[in-house]
């Protein structure tokens, strides 16, 4: 490059080469922005993380005693599955019905690792009714309130356990906006589920769920009930089991009912 061609370039003395050393200028700042947006991306990722950690060894620092007890637990109480829909066969002999919350780490990690081997073994089977009831926590996560509401909101248009999973598996997006983008991802009426999540349709049945939680001793998250279905579909002497246990307990405990044994 001659030393008058690249004096145009850089100090734009002709139009042409103006025109360039802009166009130049311009693609940079374009990268850089882009640049600043990955970096942010991964920032905030990185925050999820992070706080994601705190809570796990906070939750832990008040678990000592509790990992010591049993697992499964009788308690004398009757349990209803709540007015969500229910997987499963009505009929089934065993219900496990949980309370859970969309944002708690504890309750995605039962959701992968355990809800998949309970689904194959004994929902799709019919041996097992499985009932989903909101508990969110709100002094821990303040949004996962309108993440319940959203859920229920889908199941106006019998989306709602696809809607649960696509929380579940994004359970920091769940500002209204991006709520309403899980409902355009699913296919949903996005001015029907608008209305009602800016209406909060559900959210009386939200706190429902949540005082009938706290009058079973429902304390954190995940928390379970498992037990014979009776006549009205309650459990009517029925174990809890706290926290997200390794789906072995759940297999114990499921084939004692199943065999009559417990």
């Known amino acids: 490059m001659t030393k008058n061609l690249l004096l145009t370039i850089v100090l734009g003395i002709s139009i042409p080469g103006c025109l360039f050393a802009q166009a130049a200028f311009s693609q940079t700042d374009a990268e850089m922005a882009t640049l600043r947006q990955e970096i942010e991306t991964l920032k905030q ?3 999820a993380m992070r706080k994601d950690l705190q809570e796990i060894k906070q939750l832990l620092k008040t678990r000592p005693r509790q990992a010591r007890r049993q697992a499964a637990q009788y308690v004398d109480v009757a349990v209803g599955v709540g007015n969500l829909p229910v997987q499963g066969d009505e009929s089934a002999r065993v219900t496990l019905i949980e309370f859970s919350d969309y944002q708690c780490p504890f309750c995605r990690r039962h959701v992968d690792n355990t809800v998949p081997r309970l689904a194959k073994e004994y929902i799709e089977t019919g041996k097992l009714r499985y009932a989903f009831r909101d508990f969110p926590i709100q002094s821990l996560h303040p949004r996962a309130f309108t993440a319940h509401v959203a859920a229920r909101c889908a199941g106006d248009q019998g989306q709602y356990w696809a809607m649960h999973d696509r929380i579940f598996t994004n359970p920091r997006a769940v500002a209204p906006e991006q709520l ?7 296919g949903l009426d996005a001015a029907a589920f608008r209305a009602c999540l800016a209406g909060e349709k559900y959210a009386k049945q939200v706190r429902a769920d949540m005082a ?9 998250t995940p928390t379970f009930f498992l037990g014979v279905t009776d ?6 002497k029925a174990k809890r089991i706290r926290g997200a246990q390794p789906y072995n307990v759940f297999k114990e405990e499921i084939d004692k009912l199943l065999a009559g044994k417990s």
């Open 231 to 236: 006549s009205d579909g309650k459990l009517k």
């Open 180 to 186: 309403a983008g899980h409902a355009e991802a699913l």
């Open 45 to 47: 990722g990185q925050d």
């Open 212 to 220: 009938a939680g706290r009058r079973l001793g429902v304390s954190g």
